[in-house]
């Protein structure tokens, strides 16, 4: 699933019928994920955070700036917080399946509707900065709101989009892509905000003053790239924590924030007891950091997501000072949509398989026989790894026990996706209007690639079932041959669904080219799971010839 965040500040923070008016903007998009509308009175600052797929987050800034310009009147503003328009920053990241440049395209785009649309001037920054001097926001921003009438008529300072005029009631805009940020905190086995401190100027990248031998402050730079530090008391925990913004995980991911700050603690005589995760964090950087945990533990990092993150939730301490539930914390998690089919119990959905309704269908028990497949795979290449007569096929154990983990997440998801998609099919034939026979056309090849997916799945799987076989354990040899003749059914079953979707179709080019490719996916397979079969029930003692 592809999700942008986008963590608009507004220049409001007193008026909640304000603030939170221009925050419903946004959410009214459909598709759109409000996640927290966080006002300081202080600062006269809201910082609003969305999330979802990139098309409606672009939508749902474009709102946002519509509203707050119609409620927020930069003439009488006033706060702590530097500011130069009713929507002061309004940044694009990357979380899941997006990239940077993505982000960059979506900032584009939106700084130009606002520009020609509204009427009003928009600066990039960040990766999206036209020009070097424009990367930072603190240098645009330079003299703030009140210094726009000057700086607007010096042709450097002329927007990247909209007029080059001074709009008193709104200011200017800032748009771009940004890293995402992460803030976390390192619990200590003190309460003292001293020793917290010097772990913070130990770890962050800024690091300390000190005095160089000729008497002139120096600054000596810390352990980490990327990360901002310091030290306070959390009287409520009871304990001094090094509070930290990560500014680009890729550079220092948590992980190696928390080892950061218990190398640096136990230099002292401390301890890191166990961390916090203040706000979301997208679940690329829990599996990072479960990952690594379990490498260092000599252990297959091949296993379920859920054992991974379940891994770094415990190492990095995470449930220490509050609990820390991923269904809340990690975006992914927030956003994804239920799959009944796929939570069921292996009863229950035997049970709803069988009842008189048509879904679910041969095409989820397609995928989900893949995906046993898959999980036999991974099984025999992750039961010989902790092994030390297996040390040296560790590497390849492991590889394969990823990427079948991978395949069997994939035909797990696709079990309630063919279902959906079949609802679709009924939906489009219930329409009415001049662009049904479209419609049903569109939801009749969707409908189709969902089963074509598990069948263009299955030779790999039966491969990955391969491989562990003959790497693995003779004890798990039937397990392997058991993986590759579920993935042949899975095949089948799934190129079965693809051709009756698509029976009436085969005139048309896209539904032809599924149709050949679902035909190669099952030759493939069955050539495959035929050699497996044959080896495992020759080296069983039974007749090949039996096959």
């Not at 987050?57 to 700036?65: P, T």
């Not at 649309?117 to 020009?131: G, I, N």
């Not at 309630?416 to 049903?440: C, H, K, L, P, S």
Request: net charge negative; charged share 25%.
């Amino acid at each position: 699933m592809k999700i942008v965040e986008c963590v608009p500040n507004i220049s409001e923070g007193r008026v909640p019928e304000v603030y939170n008016a221009v925050a419903q903007a946004a959410a009214a998009v459909p598709g759109v994920e409000l996640l927290d509308v966080d006002p300081g009175a202080e600062t006269n600052r809201t910082v609003i955070t969305f999330v979802g797929e990139p098309e409606a987050v672009l939508d749902g800034a474009f709102q946002l700036v519509v509203a707050a310009r119609g409620l927020i009147d930069m003439r009488a503003h006033h706060g702590a917080h530097g500011r130069m328009g009713a929507v002061d920053v309004c940044p694009f990241i990357p979380v899941s399946d997006v990239s940077m440049d993505d982000c960059v395209e979506l900032a584009n785009r939106l700084a130009k509707r606002v520009g020609e649309e509204l009427s009003l001037p928009v600066y990039l920054y960040e990766f999206a900065a036209t020009r070097p001097e424009r990367r930072s926001l603190a240098a645009i921003r330079k003299g703030e709101y009140e210094a726009l009438p000057r700086k607007l008529e010096d042709p450097d300072f002329a927007p990247d989009y909209g007029p080059t005029v001074f709009v008193p009631e709104f200011g200017a805009m800032v748009t771009g892509a940004r890293k995402f940020l992460v803030a976390y905190n390192v619990n200590l086995n003190v309460s003292d905000k001293r020793w917290a401190n010097r772990v913070a100027f130990d770890v962050r990248e800024m690091g300390r003053t000190v005095v160089a031998p000729d008497g002139r402050s120096i600054q000596q730079p810390g352990m980490l790239k990327a990360v901002r530090g310091m030290g306070w008391v959390i009287p409520e925990y009871g304990c001094a924590q090094v509070s930290m913004n990560l500014v680009d995980i890729d550079v220092t991911p948590i992980h190696a924030a928390f080892d950061a700050c218990d190398e640096s603690a136990r230099e002292r005589g401390l301890r890191a007891t166990g961390s916090e995760l203040v706000g979301l964090v997208p679940k690329s950087a829990l599996l990072a950091a479960g990952c690594h945990y379990l490498e260092r533990m000599g252990r297959s990092r091949g296993v379920p997501e859920s054992d991974i993150v379940h891994t770094a939730v415990r190492s990095l301490g995470l449930n220490e000072v509050a609990e820390f539930n991923p269904g809340e914390k990690i975006i992914e998690d927030i956003l994804a949509r239920e799959r009944p089919l796929a939570a069921m119990t292996l009863q229950e959905f035997a049970d709803e398989t069988s009842r008189d309704s048509a879904a679910p269908g041969g095409g989820s028990v397609a995928a989900l026989a893949g995906a046993l497949g898959a999980s036999l795979a991974a099984m025999v290449a992750n039961l010989p790894h902790p092994k030390s007569e297996f040390e040296d096929a560790r590497p390849e154990l492991e590889e394969v026990a990823v990427r079948a983990q991978e395949l069997k997440q994939r035909l797990l998801d696709a079990i309630d996706a063919d279902t959906w998609a079949f609802q679709r099919v009924m939906e489009a034939n219930r329409a009415t209007g001049a662009d049904r026979e479209e419609g049903i056309r569109e939801a009749t090849l969707g409908a189709a690639r969902v089963p074509l997916e598990v069948a263009e799945a299955c030779p790999e799987i039966v491969d990955l079932c391969r491989r562990s076989r003959k790497i693995g354990m003779a004890a798990s040899a039937s397990d392997a041959g058991v993986g590759a003749g579920m993935a042949r059914a899975a095949a089948l079953g799934a190129a079965m669904n693809v051709r009756i979707n698509l029976q009436v179709m085969s005139d048309d080019p896209e539904a032809a080219d599924m149709l050949e490719r679902a035909d190669a996916a099952v030759r493939k397979t069955r050539s495959l799971a035929s050699e497996v079969e044959k080896a495992v029930w020759g080296g069983l003692g039974g007749e090949v010839s039996d096959l």
